[in-house]
């Protein structure tokens, strides 16, 4: 079995940042592509950023210029770095990773999210 944890959500003004940080663990030959995913009140989960193992990145438009996407896979930890913050970013924020198990098997798998409020 393999385990995501989120850490570093929290409450934080206007223009202000975070870092989020997301652990690995379990049952892990290897981790493929990682992301960062939210859900806002009322919305569907929708895409933030994605890092393929070889660091190639993707952003939503929305965080592009805003967030940073990166990884460090000795320590199987996915990071988001988020600057500029907009009462817009409030939401659950999940961590995802394609992972391949010991027996090549890949499968997705999620965190359980960690809130980010961005609010005066």
């Known amino acids: 079995q393999v385990q995501l944890v989120e850490s570093g959500g929290g409450l934080v003004q206007p223009g202000g940042s975070l870092r989020l940080s997301c652990a690995a663990s379990g049952s892990i030959f290897r981790l493929n592509t990682m992301g960062w995913y939210r859900q806002a009140p009322g919305k569907q989960r929708e895409l933030v950023a994605t890092?393929?193992?070889?660091?190639?990145?993707n952003y939503a438009d929305s965080v592009k210029d805003r967030f940073t996407i990166s990884r460090d896979n000795a320590k199987k930890l996915v990071l988001l770095q988020m600057n500029s913050l907009k009462p817009e970013d409030t939401a659950v924020y999940y961590c995802?990773?394609?992972?391949?198990?010991?027996?090549?098997?890949?499968?997705?798998?999620w965190g359980q999210g960690t809130q980010v409020t961005v609010s005066s």
């Open positions: 995802n990773a394609a992972v391949t198990n010991s027996y090549y098997n890949t499968a997705l798998y």
């Open positions: 890092i393929t193992r070889d660091g190639s990145t």
